[in-house]
């Protein structure tokens, strides 16, 4: 469960018709990234290279993901919040915009870095019990390091 008091954080702004129409000026995902840091200074928290091995579906189902888009898989990007409300239009175009880039975009309350590498994204134990509830395949255990990490 996420706060209002969090989510309230990246609602859109009264200036958010001039910062759309600033985001279709943007001609790079560098561009895009300073506008982004820009609104919302302190919403990115994390990129990693990829999720770990240990829960391959996250892993294959980005590369799908990307490959019916058209791209490559760049990073995962862990973010402080993630909102499908209303008022949350601009949060959403960015994280189109992202995801259309080859970005996995998650919150922060989902993935932490794993405790040795730090460059793998790991469910949190929250979300490993979500994935085990749904039957897709994970670790028998959830530890904050990753597949590759574990010796
Ligand atoms: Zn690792």
Known sequence: MTTQILESKYCDPDNTKEILEELSKCATIGDVNLLIKRVFPDWQVAVFSKFCTGYP????????????????????????ELSFEDNHTLLRTFVECLTRSGFAVRR???YIPCSKCSSIAVPTPQIHELMKEKGVQVPDINIPTCYACRS
Do not use: A, F, K
Request: proline share 4%; hydrophobic share 40%.
């Open 57 to 80: 579906h996250l892993n294959s189902n980005w590369n799908i993901l990307c490959s019916r888009i058209g791209v490559e898989p760049t990073q995962v990007l862990v973010v402080r």
């Open 108 to 110: 922060m309350s989902d």
